[in-house]
């Protein structure tokens, strides 16, 4: 047994269906109207579109704004603070060093520094893999 044609099969499916449903009675000029309708709608929805994601695209601008301003705050006060308490240190540990160090008691609070610095940038990485580390383990 073959099948039927595919393009014999749809005219009379067509055909079928044309008999059994018949088309309401449109005005003439719908797709005028219907081609107008949706040009006005898609008009204002693009707008109010674009007015939504310029809005949007502004509140994303203030909040980048605001948290740039405040990690600006931050590192300043975190270096303001810094600076204090090295040379709060420095005046502290000055005389003790140049009894026990002589002449190399500002190389040695330099390198202290140094020291200091690298400790506080390595911490946070080296304590994170510390801690990968011993739960591997």
Known sequence: MTD???AEFDRC?????????RAPQVPHNLRARLNAALSRSAESDLAT?????ERERR????????????????????????AFAAGITAVIAMPWLRAHLGVYAPM??????????????????????????????
Do not use: C, M, N
């Open 59 to 82: 509140e994303q601008l203030e909040t980048l704004e605001v948290e740039y301003v405040r990690i600006r705050r931050d590192t300043f006060v975190s270096l303001l603070g810094a």
């Open 49 to 53: 579109l674009r007015a939504r994601l």
């Open 4 to 6: 039927p044609k595919p």
């Open 108 to 137: 040695a609070i330099a390198w202290g520094g140094v020291a200091l610095g690298v400790g506080i940038t390595f911490y946070e990485p080296l304590r994170a893999a510390l801690r990968r580390w011993s739960d591997a383990l």
């Open 13 to 21: 499916l067509d055909d079928a269906l044309e008999r059994a449903l």
